[in-house]
């Protein structure tokens, strides 16, 4: 089955304790994102990835870090999170064809709260 | 930077009902206009997408049009169903600086009434 997936789907940390929340798919897309949705301020994109080692920020980058070593895995790394990062994340991804791409196919999300 | 509008917030129907629901833009230099549901609790799904070249985009009941030149974009959707009630997003790529970042609308939260 086509999907994205995210792991985990939910976590409870403390400020200061790096976490990386997990993001896979499986259908070989080029583009990969990542977005947080907070209550009044919609979804908000991180950071985007258009390939294996090309990676560019979004509207939101600060605090957090981004890799893609490899084509199906795009994982967000919070190398000190603070409580404003208490969020609920989503990972996306799609093909990119010429200069543009197709319909995004976005993860389940992880809620994320930091105490 | 791209801004993206979506209104009305939320939109309350009886059932059977035809709704617009509306998506305008600040920057016009956009690659592609994509419209999702959002059910609570869930992720996205994708709707429609429509191509900078393209007017509109049709799927079953829904049907998405673009106006570029104008920075809006409207999806209808045809007798509404009590299944039609969710958050309904817009989201474009592209405009102001970055070529493709993606930029979200804050939503329509309809309702469909039996």
């Known amino acids: 089955e086509a999907q994205v997936t995210q792991n985990p789907r939910y976590l409870i940390t403390v400020t200061g304790k790096k976490l990386t929340v997990t993001c896979s798919q499986n259908?070989?897309?080029?583009?990969m994102s990542w977005y947080r949705q907070d209550p009044g301020l919609g979804l908000r994109q991180i950071y985007y990835?258009?390939?294996?080692?090309?990676?560019d920020k979004g509207d939101v980058p600060e605090g957090y870090k981004v890799s893609r070593k490899e084509k199906r895995n795009f994982p967000l790394i919070l190398e000190s999170p603070s409580p404003n990062q208490t969020s609920l994340y989503f990972c996306?991804?799609?093909?990119?064809?010429?200069?543009?791409?197709?319909?995004?196919?976005f993860g389940p999300g992880t809620r994320l709260t930091v105490l | 930077k791209q801004e993206v509008t979506q209104i009305p917030a939320a939109l309350s129907v009886p059932e059977g009902e035809n709704l617009v629901l509306n998506c305008s833009f600040t920057d016009s230099a956009i690659y592609n206009l994509q419209w999702f549901r959002q059910d609570p609790g869930k992720g996205l799904t994708s709707l429609l997408l429509?191509?900078?070249?393209?007017r509109e985009q049709t799927s079953g009941r829904l049907n998405a049009s673009l106006d570029k030149s104008s920075g809006r974009s409207t999806l209808y959707i045809a007798a509404s169903q009590p299944g039609d009630s969710a958050t309904y997003l817009c989201a474009v790529t592209g405009g102001g600086a970055g070529s493709y970042q993606l930029t979200f609308g804050k939503g329509t939260k309809l309702s469909v009434i039996p």
């Open positions: 990835s258009m390939n294996v080692e090309v990676t």
């Open positions: 259908m070989n897309h080029e583009y």
């Open positions: 996306a991804s799609s093909l990119l064809v010429g200069s543009s791409y197709n319909e995004q196919f």
């Open positions: 429509i191509q900078s070249s393209q």
